[in-house]
Nanobody
Framework: QVQLVESGGGLVQPGGSLRLACAAS????????IGWYRQTPGKQRELVAAITSIGTTNYADSVKGRFTISRDIAQNTVYLHMNSLKPADTAVYYCKAEYCFSGDPYDSWGQGTQVTVSS
């Protein structure tokens, strides 16, 4: 099992920046992929950005050029650097780990962190 703990959310003005952190309970290079998702009331959770065990990244079109996903392998932590934030980025942000255990695929989610973009 993999446990994830998110941090770094908060209130920021439009145009501002935040960095979210997702700390994993095991070596992140053994996790197939870690992704950041977000959810607003009444909507489905959507993928924002993801990074694979070999460092390949992908982004939702709505955040390309503004958000960057990165990792610190020594700290078993994945970051989401968010720049030029817009009110539409307001959501609860979750990280998810996709991994295998005893040959079976599993997903683990963190508890979420609120990001509010407002003046």
């Amino acid at each position: 099992q993999v446990q994830l703990v998110e941090s770094g959310g908060g209130l920021v003005q439009p145009g501002g920046s935040l960095r979210l952190a997702c700390a994993a309970s095991r070596n992140i290079v053994t996790i197939n992929a870690i992704g950041w998702y977000r959810q607003t009331p009444g909507k489905q959770r959507e993928l924002v950005a993801a990074i694979t065990s070999i460092g390949t990244t992908n982004y939702a079109d709505s955040v390309k050029g503004r958000f960057t996903i990165s990792r610190d392998i020594a700290q078993n932590t994945v970051y989401l650097h968010m720049n030029s934030l817009k009110p539409a980025d307001t959501a609860v942000y979750y990280c998810k780990a996709e991994y295998c255990f005893s040959g079976d695929p599993y997903d683990s989610w963190g508890q979420g962190t609120q990001v509010t973009v407002s003046s």
